[in-house]
């Protein structure tokens, strides 16, 4: 008898299941209803709902019992985590899915990282999907390894387990009916695209819309995400460690239901996910705001795996995956029982990481007089920090001036910021001014630097910045806080520059101990090194710096430092 032979003589009750969940109530998405029923399982798929028997039975006791959660859209660099320490991590907190742009070890390792991160995720009991990374480089602006072809796309999306295409950053260029970005989306498999447009209202949004792109994950406001449903688009509500647009967006779910919303965690940093949660947090956090417990549920569930055509998951239903999540209540959603395709989950076995995806910092040798900014009189642009979010803010300062040099001054809360190109050697740095951080003394450096992952320093003393960078070489990656040419602390993240080979404590350990070297050093922002790397995303508004100098993404155009 076949799989499916057998699967239909379960459901029909001719054969016993492999496995009966008895005594719960359980979530039909479709409907929104508790059901007080039995779930047969056979062959890791639900076969039935009703009253069954099996080999193996599983009292609940009254348990709530719904689908897994599925992420819609993150990027599994950002977590720091080797995939199996991931997965290690979310699996118990209900996720059993997600959909990941692999673009951040793209731009550093090119399309052979991509095709490593898909095969190592592949006996992973977490279910992994990813999009073809469509900006590498995000923007002309950036410099990453080297950039994706149009034939490295249309690779990766023969590829299984490659969905569509990934977050079409380049908004501007599809805005604009540039052909190259138009070519990407008319490649095959590349029908199901994933949108990146964050502040793109009305005619221009029409215009990103008309291109075939169906969803967005940057929407801030109420307007932003209903602009984007009345669209066509898929609202995807992000609550990421620094960008938290989830309570912003929630009265849309109040208001509309949740049909086209989706959750999605985008980037989260290691501590954050161990203290707080994954996409139950999500969950969590918007029945406390108001929204019913079984709507939440949805957005975790059964709308992500709609949206990206995982016909099979999001759902306990006759056919679909058997990923249970067990709660005992419907206010923390901490679960009590993961069962990923009908089985607890077992020993995860180790990834193995080969040695060229390493050894990925080459810069030059730097001093402090390669941070030196000659100044003969007025304004300069300065970067201006959003508190928890990825847009910035374009400020117009005098600099304090010693010596005919621009200097950081801590007591106006200007530090320097530099990025490095660290892919080739070229010795290309760029350089600026940012107000925020709130440093008094030191640098911060990091080679998580989205999206082309160059080496990004802030800081208000030049020795200490050298320092900071010339340490990272030393760890060929990670993240490091430095005063008085002294490391204070440090995260070696030797995996391209972006992933720690390391136990998920050690590495939340390290973390911890970056975030508070950093407000020792006088640091008032709650996710430093988070914030630091986004500084150089030439694709998010409003000035951000590459080592090609600052760019005014409203413009998509390099702008001197020096306001003429």
């Known amino acids: 008898m076949t799989d499916l032979a057998r699967r239909i003589a379960v459901a029909r009750g001719d054969e016993p299941a492999d496995l009966v969940v008895r005594g719960g109530r359980v979530l039909s998405v479709f409907t929104r209803e508790w059901l007080e029923t039995d779930v047969a399982v056979c062959d890791g798929f639900v076969a039935g709902l009703g009253e069954y028997e099996g080999t193996e039975t599983l009292d609940v006791g009254g348990a709530f019992v719904v689908p897994g959660f599925i992420d819609a859209h993150m990027h599994l660099e950002s977590t720091k985590l080797l995939v199996d320490e991931f997965a290690r991590l979310v699996l118990p907190m209900g996720t059993t899915a997600v959909v990941a742009d692999p673009h951040e070890i793209a731009n550093v390792l090119g399309s052979d990282g991509i095709h490593w991160l898909l095969d190592v995720c592949s006996g992973l009991p977490l279910d992994v999907y990813f999009t073809a990374s469509s900006c590498v480089p995000a923007s002309a602006f950036e410099s990453p390894r080297r950039p994706l072809t149009e034939g490295d796309l249309q690779g990766l999306l023969r590829r299984r387990r490659v969905i569509g295409l990934a977050e079409m950053m380049n908004f501007p260029g599809v805005i604009a009916g540039d052909p190259a970005e138009l070519q990407k989306l008319?490649?095959?498999?590349?029908?199901?695209?994933?949108?990146?447009?964050?502040?793109?209202?009305?005619?221009?949004?029409?215009?990103?819309?008309?291109?075939?792109?169906?969803?967005?994950?940057?929407?801030?406001?109420?307007?932003?995400?209903?602009?984007?449903?009345?669209?066509?688009?898929?609202?995807?509500?992000?609550?990421?460690?620094?960008?938290?647009?989830?309570?912003?967006?929630?009265?849309?779910?109040?208001?509309?239901?949740?049909?086209?919303?989706?959750?999605?965690?985008?980037?989260?940093?290691?501590?954050?996910?161990?203290?707080?949660?994954?996409?139950?947090?999500?969950?969590?956090?918007?029945?406390?705001?108001?929204?019913?417990?079984?709507?939440?549920?949805?957005?975790?569930?059964?709308?992500?795996?709609?949206?990206?055509?995982?016909?099979?998951?999001?759902?306990?239903?006759?056919?679909?995956?058997?990923?249970?999540?067990?709660?005992?209540?419907?206010?923390?959603?901490?679960?009590?029982?993961?069962?990923?395709?009908?089985?607890?989950?077992?020993?995860?076995?180790?990834?193995?990481?080969?040695?060229?995806?390493?050894?990925?910092?080459?810069?030059?040798?730097?001093?402090?007089?390669?941070f030196n900014i000659p100044w003969s009189g007025g304004q300069a642009r300065v970067i201006g920090l959003v508190p928890d979010q990825v847009v910035t803010e374009e400020l117009i300062e005098e600099p304090t001036i010693v010596d005919g040099h621009a200097v950081s001054d801590p007591g106006r809360d200007l530090a320097k910021i530099a990025v490095i190109e660290r892919h080739h050697g070229t010795g290309r740095i760029g350089l600026g001014f940012v107000r925020g951080f709130g440093l008094g003394s030191g640098a911060l450096a990091s080679t998580v630097a989205h999206d082309a992952h160059n080496v990004v320093v802030v800081g208000v003393d030049d020795n200490d910045m050298a320092r900071a960078v010339q340490r990272l070489v030393e760890l060929g990656g990670g993240i490091v806080a430095v005063e008085s040419r002294g490391v204070r602390a440090e995260l070696p993240l030797p995996v391209a520059g972006l992933l720690s080979d390391a136990p998920l404590a050690d590495v939340v350990a390290q973390s911890r101990a970056c975030n508070e070297a950093a407000a020792a050093l006088g640091c008032q922002v709650a996710t430093p090194f988070l914030t630091l790397s986004f500084l150089a995303l030439s694709v998010i508004p409003k000035l951000k710096i590459t080592d090609h100098g600052l760019v005014d993404v409203d413009r998509f155009e390099i702008v001197p430092l020096a306001v003429e």
């Open 186 to 370: 008319a490649l095959d498999g590349a029908e199901h695209a994933d949108g990146h447009a964050p502040g793109v209202l009305g005619k221009a949004l029409n215009a990103y819309a008309a291109s075939g792109i169906r969803s967005d994950h940057e929407a801030l406001t109420v307007e932003e995400g209903r602009q984007r449903l009345r669209a066509g688009m898929w609202l995807l509500i992000r609550e990421a460690s620094m960008a938290r647009n989830l309570v912003d967006l929630l009265p849309l779910v109040q208001e509309l239901g949740p049909a086209r919303i989706a959750f999605c965690t985008d980037d989260r940093d290691p501590e954050d996910i161990s203290d707080s949660g994954h996409l139950n947090q999500m969950v969590r956090k918007a029945v406390a705001a108001g929204v019913a417990p079984e709507d939440a549920l949805v957005l975790a569930s059964l709308n992500p795996a709609l949206w990206h055509g995982l016909d099979h998951l999001g759902a306990i239903a006759p056919g679909y995956q058997a990923d249970l999540v067990v709660l005992d209540d419907l206010e923390s959603f901490e679960p009590r029982l993961v069962l990923k395709a009908g089985r607890p989950v077992e020993e995860i076995p180790e990834a193995h990481v080969p040695e060229w995806v390493k050894h990925t910092v080459r810069v030059q040798p730097i001093s402090a007089g390669d």
